[in-house]
């Protein structure tokens, strides 16, 4: 079919290696996700990897780009893929493949094709299996045997061939079918969801790194596609493989909130955050405490330091998934931290707002709205007034910001001083006294040298009684 416009902007992003391949009498096909994004509208031309498929052999693209490219690798050869730096772009140009998984393995057997039909009969998903044919100069052609364009007018997901030979092939696109359901607002094909059903414990077979990354990717995605995404994973039983606090919410009735269950509410608190990834984490996981504390008691269900508990379970939960140390560090202390605001309801006095900002330190901005994004009752007056608490102590923290650098707050005397006015050495003493005048610190603002040295010499006294 002929080529529409929207797909011009790739021309001076491939023309120059597709007049190398064409020259030498080889098929050259772009394939990927800039086929689809250019179908559905969005911007590919500043796309900087470029994926293609063709009929030479990996030796003969070698030797096609090699003094050619600004550079080569070739990890990827033995599967049939040569991936080189032309124009400034990243280009992967892999030979047609017709590879097939055996059911008990997560890595292929690399099987080459002689056509692109059926080297797109592999691919995850249709709106994934189509290429556009480059020819030379600017003679593009769209290749889509299986329907792609079709699926993605009518806002479908499907697989290529069937379900159950493309999860049994790859068992991480079930888990990325939620991904491509909730970018493009598709609606799965009932048989791929019945065949996510039956075979998503296929994807313990896949590492925990792949599945982060695909999480990653989804937690990203914007609403209204990431909460259908989400409850995608928990309905179809891939949740439990990987994450399985998360269909666990699903039981517990949250009364404060008004949901029928947490998981909804959770649900609604990830798609009310901006698509911060750390804080959209925090939202997924700031619940997960509630069935380990779950309470009934004369005025009904509570669940008394969930905080402290899911935040014990998302530093377990994140480092089963490989999460790097500062993604868990900031995720456990946001769901620690989540209910700190309602812990001052009569009020903030100024040492509670440093106290507030101090512990939450560069974390401040993302828990003030992971606080706001968990109010979703459906209670306007409650909705409101939770509204106007935030804004009262996101301006008392502004206006003690003006006065004090709440962001650096020290204690008014360092080590060296407390140990040459106390005449004490180095050692645990100098530590408690350097938490005392913090709290001071904390609780009246900054003191001059001289009252921080008066209350020093007080809890020196009070402490050699």
Same mark, same amino acid.
């Given at each position: 079919m002929p080529v529409p416009p929207r797909f011009l902007p790739l021309v001076s992003a491939t023309a120059a290696v597709a007049d190398?391949?064409?020259?030498?009498?080889?098929?050259?096909?772009?394939?990927?996700?800039?086929v689809r994004d250019a179908l559905v509208g969005l911007d590919v031309a500043a796309s900087a990897d470029l994926d293609y498929a063709t009929s030479a052999a990996p030796d003969a693209t070698l030797a096609l780009v090699s003094g050619w490219a600004e550079a080569v690798w070739t990890q990827g050869q033995r599967?049939?893929?040569i991936g080189f730096l032309a124009g400034g772009v990243r280009h992967e140009v892999t030979t047609y493949r017709a590879e097939a998984y055996s059911p008990d393995s997560r890595n292929p057997e690399v099987v080459f094709a002689t056509d692109i039909e059926a080297d797109l009969s592999r691919r995850d998903f249709t709106v994934n299996a189509m290429a556009l044919r480059l020819g030379a100069g600017s003679d593009l052609t769209l290749v889509d045997p299986f329907g792609g364009?079709?699926?993605?007018?009518?806002?479908?997901?499907?697989t290529p061939l069937s379900p159950d030979?493309?999860?049994?092939?790859?068992?991480?696109?079930?888990?990325?079918?939620?991904?491509?359901?909730?970018?493009?607002?598709?609606?799965?094909d009932p048989e791929l969801v019945e065949a996510v059903g039956r075979l998503h414990e296929r994807l313990a077979m896949i590492?925990?790194?792949?599945?982060?990354?695909?999480?990653?990717?989804?937690i990203?995605?914007?609403?209204?596609?990431?909460?259908?995404?989400?409850?995608?994973?928990?309905?179809?039983?891939?949740?439990?493989?990987?994450?399985?606090?998360?269909?666990?919410?699903?039981?517990?009735?949250?009364? #404060?909130?008004?949901?029928?269950?947490?998981?909804?509410?959770?649900?609604?608190?990830?798609?009310?955050?901006?698509?911060?990834? #750390?804080?959209?984490?925090?939202?997924?996981?700031?619940?997960?405490?509630k069935p380990k504390t779950r309470a009934i008691g004369p005025k009904g269900v509570s669940f008394h330091h969930h905080e402290v508990v899911g935040a014990r379970m998302t530093r377990d939960r994140m480092r089963a998934l490989k999460y790097p140390n500062?993604?868990?560090?900031?995720?456990?202390?946001?769901?620690?931290?989540?209910?700190?605001?309602?812990?001052?309801?009569?009020?903030?006095?100024?040492?509670?707002?440093?106290?507030?900002?101090?512990?939450?330190?560069?974390?401040?901005?993302?828990?003030?709205?992971?606080?706001?994004?968990?109010?979703?009752?459906?209670?306007?007056?409650?909705?409101?007034?939770?509204?106007?608490?935030?804004?009262?102590?996101?301006?008392? #923290?502004?206006?003690?910001?003006?006065?004090?650098?709440?962001?650096?707050?020290?204690?008014?005397?360092?080590?060296?001083?407390?140990?040459?006015?106390?005449?004490?050495?180095?050692?645990?003493?100098v530590g408690e006294a350097l938490a005392h005048l913090l709290d001071q610190r904390m609780e009246d603002g900054p003191l001059d040298p001289n009252e921080a040295r008066r209350r020093l010499d007080a809890w020196w006294a009070a402490r050699r009684d």
């Amino acid at each position: 079919m002929p080529v529409p416009p929207r797909f011009l902007p790739l021309v001076s992003a491939t023309a120059a290696v597709a007049d190398r391949f064409v020259a030498a009498g080889h098929e050259l096909h772009l394939v990927g996700g800039p086929v689809r994004d250019a179908l559905v509208g969005l911007d590919v031309a500043a796309s900087a990897d470029l994926d293609y498929a063709t009929s030479a052999a990996p030796d003969a693209t070698l030797a096609l780009v090699s003094g050619w490219a600004e550079a080569v690798w070739t990890q990827g050869q033995r599967f049939g893929t040569i991936g080189f730096l032309a124009g400034g772009v990243r280009h992967e140009v892999t030979t047609y493949r017709a590879e097939a998984y055996s059911p008990d393995s997560r890595n292929p057997e690399v099987v080459f094709a002689t056509d692109i039909e059926a080297d797109l009969s592999r691919r995850d998903f249709t709106v994934n299996a189509m290429a556009l044919r480059l020819g030379a100069g600017s003679d593009l052609t769209l290749v889509d045997p299986f329907g792609g364009v079709e699926d993605l007018l009518a806002k479908r997901l499907r697989t290529p061939l069937s379900p159950d030979v493309s999860f049994t092939d790859d068992p991480l696109r079930m888990l990325r079918a939620a991904r491509f359901l909730a970018r493009f607002d598709l609606t799965p094909d009932p048989e791929l969801v019945e065949a996510v059903g039956r075979l998503h414990e296929r994807l313990a077979m896949i590492s925990a790194e792949r599945i982060r990354d695909e999480l990653d990717r989804l937690i990203v995605t914007e609403p209204p596609g990431l909460g259908r995404g989400l409850w995608f994973l928990v309905h179809t039983g891939l949740a439990s493989m990987f994450l399985p606090e998360l269909p666990g919410l699903e039981l517990e009735q949250d009364p #404060i909130h008004q949901h029928k269950d947490v998981l909804a509410h959770t649900i609604a608190v990830v798609e009310n955050t901006s698509g911060d990834r #750390i804080l959209r984490l925090a939202a997924l996981f700031h619940d997960i405490g509630k069935p380990k504390t779950r309470a009934i008691g004369p005025k009904g269900v509570s669940f008394h330091h969930h905080e402290v508990v899911g935040a014990r379970m998302t530093r377990d939960r994140m480092r089963a998934l490989k999460y790097p140390n500062e993604d868990i560090a900031a995720v456990t202390e946001l769901v620690n931290l989540h209910l700190r605001f309602h812990t001052y309801k009569m009020g903030w006095t100024d040492a509670a707002v440093r106290r507030y900002v101090r512990d939450a330190g560069p974390l401040l901005d993302r828990l003030n709205e992971l606080t706001r994004c968990d109010c979703t009752t459906r209670n306007p007056r409650r909705a409101a007034a939770l509204a106007r608490r935030m804004d009262d102590l996101e301006a008392r #923290i502004a206006e003690l910001r003006a006065e004090e650098e709440l962001a650096a707050i020290r204690p008014d005397l360092d080590g060296v001083a407390i140990m040459e006015h106390l005449g004490i050495g180095p050692g645990r003493v100098v530590g408690e006294a350097l938490a005392h005048l913090l709290d001071q610190r904390m609780e009246d603002g900054p003191l001059d040298p001289n009252e921080a040295r008066r209350r020093l010499d007080a809890w020196w006294a009070a402490r050699r009684d």
